[in-house]
């Protein structure tokens, strides 16, 4: 057999795939994200770890996801208004240097031994007022780094890539760490790959950009933010999903330990193995969608990712055997990213350059506000009902949510094509012929 050589579709595919790297902004933003990210999710382990190992209790498990989750429910709705109205880049500056000493600080206690589950709760609600501010002026940030709305898409996709790369090296790296060493490593290497993303947003040259004056105070801005999502029925429609996915099928990650330990009857080194898994199906969603050309068709792609996403949660949750998990867990992670991204993408191309960071800080209350919520629902119902059978239900309600989106897509497609067409994402229809045949067939948005 010849060996493959790279042809000029193959530099063209790649060229498109990674076409938002051309932006020095976020190749800084990119490289220095990708080093911080694998010290997150090591931290997410060890702490989902470090509780079960103290605490034997799936119900504590649960509450400690709702206490650093919640403050995103609480906080981002206002959030978005600052980020709306300050310098993100700045905003971004202080957030990963407070996300640097939390690590520190649960690094020290873990590292001396005077650890307690209070510390982790404490610590995982400053980390979760950090986030609050953190998730949507990231968000809303992306387009002040590439500068070019038609590369969004691209630039949301690779994020993705980025996150989920992370998201599989990171729990392989903290169950070899915790294994040989012990959770508190995996926190000071967390704190030391600050640093990383620091330096890079330092590095940065971002133009100024173009703020209105406000004369009214935060909450009135809350309200005119809120009452322009969920006036317009596709963000409407695209947060209600999310939130029910969030609430009812994301806290799986939670319940991972007793997967790993109690079901499959290992250790933490099977928890990165099955975090790992659900990071390359998420990686592989991720590079799917970087693919694409544009946001055009991805409104499809939202109720058939998150059925993906329910259907692998219920047959996750009758395997036994770790290879067979792993394996679901990928079908997952893919379905879990390709509707994640896919409605982040559709929320920033269809929302206004000034109220963006409010509609990205309700994407983040719906993703992730809706998560503790979810979390405390999930570890007290795998107290009562065992954690498959929560599982099981759990992706029962995501395929039910994805149903009723999918019924609400002819008239979501009337909602967004006048918005693809303005900004030149899809033609405008300039004959008797084109407008016979956007007729017959209904446009991809």
């Known amino acids: 057999m010849k060996p493959h050589t790279v042809t000029r579709e193959d530099a063209k595919g790649l060229r498109l795939t990674f076409r938002a790297l051309r932006?020095?902004?976020?190749?800084?933003?990119?490289?220095?994200?990708?080093?911080?990210?694998?010290?997150?999710?090591?931290?997410?382990?060890?702490?989902?770890w470090l509780v079960y190992r103290l605490t034997n209790s799936a119900f504590l498990l649960g509450a400690v996801g709702f206490a650093g989750q919640m403050p995103m429910f609480i906080v981002s709705p206002f959030a978005g208004v600052i980020a709306d109205r300050l310098n993100r880049h700045r905003i971004l500056v202080v957030t990963q240097t407070l996300s640097m000493v939390q690590a520190i600080?649960?690094?020290?206690?873990?590292?001396?031994?005077?650890?307690?589950?209070?510390?982790?709760?404490?610590?995982?609600?400053?980390?979760?007022?950090?986030?609050?501010?953190?998730a949507p002026t990231r968000q809303s940030f992306v387009l002040e780094m590439i500068e070019n709305k038609e590369d969004l898409g691209n630039?949301?996709?690779?994020?993705?890539?980025?996150?989920?790369?992370?998201?599989?090296?990171?729990?392989?790296?903290?169950?070899?760490?915790?294994?040989?060493?012990?959770?508190?490593?995996?926190?000071?290497?967390?704190?030391?790959?600050?640093v990383a993303v620091i330096i890079a947003l330092l590095a940065m040259r971002i133009a100024p950009r173009e703020r209105k004056h406000e004369s009214h105070g935060v909450l009135e801005g809350f309200k005119e933010g809120f009452k322009y999502a969920f006036g317009f029925p596709p963000i409407k429609y695209i947060l209600l999903l999310l939130a029910l996915v969030s609430i009812m099928g994301m806290p799986y990650a939670v319940l991972m330990p007793i997967f790993a330990r109690?079901?499959?009857?290992?250790?933490?080194?099977?928890?990165?193995?099955?975090?790992?898994?659900?990071g390359m199906g998420a990686l592989t969603g991720a590079v799917f969608l970087a693919s694409r050309k544009s946001v055009a068709g991805l409104s499809r792609w939202i109720p058939t990712a998150a059925s993906i996403f329910g259907t692998g949660l219920i047959a996750f949750s009758f395997s036994?055997?770790?290879?067979?998990?792993?394996?679901?867990?990928?079908?997952?992670?893919?379905?879990?990213?390709?509707q994640m991204a896919s409605s982040n993408s559709i929320l920033q191309t269809v929302s206004d350059d000034d109220k963006r960071g409010r509609v990205m800080s309700f994407y983040t209350m719906a993703f992730m506000g809706m998560a503790p919520f979810g979390s405390l629902l999930a570890g007290t119902l795998a107290s009562v009902i065992g954690a498959p059978t929560t599982l099981m239900i759990s992706g029962i309600c995501c395929i039910v949510g994805a149903t009723v989106f999918a019924a609400q897509l002819p008239m979501l497609h009337e909602k967004i094509h006048p918005i693809y067409r303005k900004i030149g994402i899809i033609p405008e229809v300039s004959s008797g012929i084109q407008a016979a045949s956007q007729l017959a067939v209904p446009p991809e948005d």
């Open 262 to 278: 109690d079901i499959l009857h290992g250790g933490p080194r099977t928890l990165g193995f099955l975090m790992g898994a659900t």
């Open 105 to 134: 600080i649960l690094a020290i206690l873990t590292l001396t031994g005077n650890i307690q589950v209070i510390h982790i709760f404490l610590l995982s609600i400053f980390l979760g007022l950090i986030n609050a501010f953190d």
């Open 320 to 338: 036994r055997s770790l290879w067979l998990s792993m394996g679901l867990l990928y079908v997952v992670g893919f379905g879990m990213m390709v």
């Open 23 to 48: 932006f020095r902004n976020y190749r800084l933003f990119f490289g220095g994200q990708l080093v911080s990210l694998i010290g997150t999710w090591m931290q997410q382990i060890a702490v989902i």
């Open 155 to 194: 630039a949301i996709a690779l994020n993705s890539s980025m996150f989920n790369s992370a998201r599989l090296l990171g729990p392989s790296i903290a169950g070899i760490v915790i294994a040989a060493i012990g959770e508190g490593l995996c926190f000071l290497l967390n704190a030391l790959s600050f």
